[in-house]
């Protein structure tokens, strides 16, 4: 079953302990060092089915959840920029299976069935959810390039009021705590007129605990309201989601309107262009933290699977040889919690790495503690050495990878030329202004700055550092911010700014105050034209020389 890990590759020594990527070194660590731990203690029974080579292999993959018609699909359509095949978009529960959208050469419909079984896709430990759940799940295949980096996979619209109770026939939550284990990035789906959280949607976040690194929210259709009534709807959403979610930090929550449509209000057109742009960045990252998201994984589920290990050996150690064993059963169920606190001083684990007690609970009422191994001291120093020497090897490897050759970004798509042209974020504001125009910017402004220039007692057409510190300190802002300003205005290095200079050093004033960033190096149309002829006369003169 595990042949893959088992085939000789080049660079690995005798005791397995060099690879040649991390994807490999994740694999041989999993199947050496965790696995055999796993089996021993029924960890697959109880928490979540083994780790297959697809898992490791496979693109980074986004999960879309929120309920009905919060425009999960039209979410898809909008970053593949295409339909896909089996796509259904309408007001009413139109999704209503799972869906996942994948690269393919050939554009077609994998069934459920079908997809379980082949070894290359990292779907087949869904066939445990049975046939209810796998005539409600396809893989879509189609030829796009945003495909090439990512999968996607959309979740049918979570039912509100009495569509609750039409029973899916497959458990949801279920579905999706597998989907969340595996997946890179968790998006919540909230519609700006639609911000109730139903019993199922409630059951369906919780079911992402232990992933809060993963979530994201969108509030989608925010065009839909004016500025104060989003206002009113963030604050709404921020405190709905806070009773679900019990984490202190706040979730990251994008706003916008995520399909090909005009906008129905403008008004805060700026912002939903900045927090597009912002969840496209988020998403293009994945590739290039895929890596490390295995990793990250797999440490989680190796300190799970260490917990679990002294919960089983522990109930094993306590029953009695021979008689009374379903009485001392019970009444190990009922003090589980008190179990898992000693547990937690006698081998210093955090309460956080423990399973739910009411879940693991209900299921060690099926099972014969009697039959429990015992605790085998030698599977826990295996992996107490993986976590502490060998996954230090992998994080080392995954900055070498990336410096070698850097994961290519998340393209097409959406996010072809997000960035570039006219109508990319911030073209022609702050620094970029008066990149593509014929004049000097600076001088549009340049009577009014040389009028405080002139009164600066200029000598020899310049000012000195110490009256150029003067003026600028009236802008209030950190030195820190106005040295990085003068570096960037003293073209020359002299020490002291001509009017030209001045000028410059006001215009980048004024751009950090209206809220824009500085850059690093003065762009090429902001140097000052005096200054730029100087540049021009020293590469010909250069070029002459050669």
Known sequence: MFSWVKQEQGGRNKEGEMYQTVTEGLQTLYIKKLLPLEETYLFHDFHSPALEAADFQSKPMVLLVGQYSTGKTTFIRYLLEQDFPGMRIGPEPTTDGFIAVMYGENEGVVPGNALVVDPKKPFRKL?????SFLNR???SQMPNQVLQSISIIDTPGILSGEKQRISRGYDFAEVLRWFGERVDRIILLFDAHKLDISDEFSEAIKAFKGQDDKIRVVLNKADQVDTQQLMRVYGALMWSLGKVINTPEVVRVYLGSFWAKPLQNTENRRLFEAESQDLFRDIQSLPRNAALRKLNDLIKRARLAKVHAYIISYLKKEMPSLFGREKKKEELIMRLPEIYTLLQREHHISPGDFPNVAKMQDMLQHYDFSKFPSLKMKLIESVDKMLATKIAVLMGMIRDEESKQPPAMV??????????????????EGISAGADAEDWIVSRDKHRYDEIFYTLMPVNG????????????????PNTVLGKIWKLADCDRDGMLDDEEF???QHLIKIKLEGYELPTELPDHLVPPTHRKNL?????????ED
Do not use: W
């Not at 009256?467 to 209030?476: C, F, G, I, T, V």
């Open 411 to 428: 393209s097409g798509g959406a996010f072809e030329g997000s960035q570039d042209g006219p109508f990319g974020q911030g073209y022609g």
């Open 536 to 544: 021009n006369a020293d590469a010909l003169y250069n070029h002459s």
């Open 462 to 477: 310049k000012i000195t550092g110490v009256n150029a510190k003067k003026e600028m300190m009236n802008s209030r802002l």
């Open 137 to 139: 799940f396809i893989c």
């Open 503 to 505: 000028a410059l050093a």
């Open 127 to 131: 066939n445990a959810f049975g046939n």
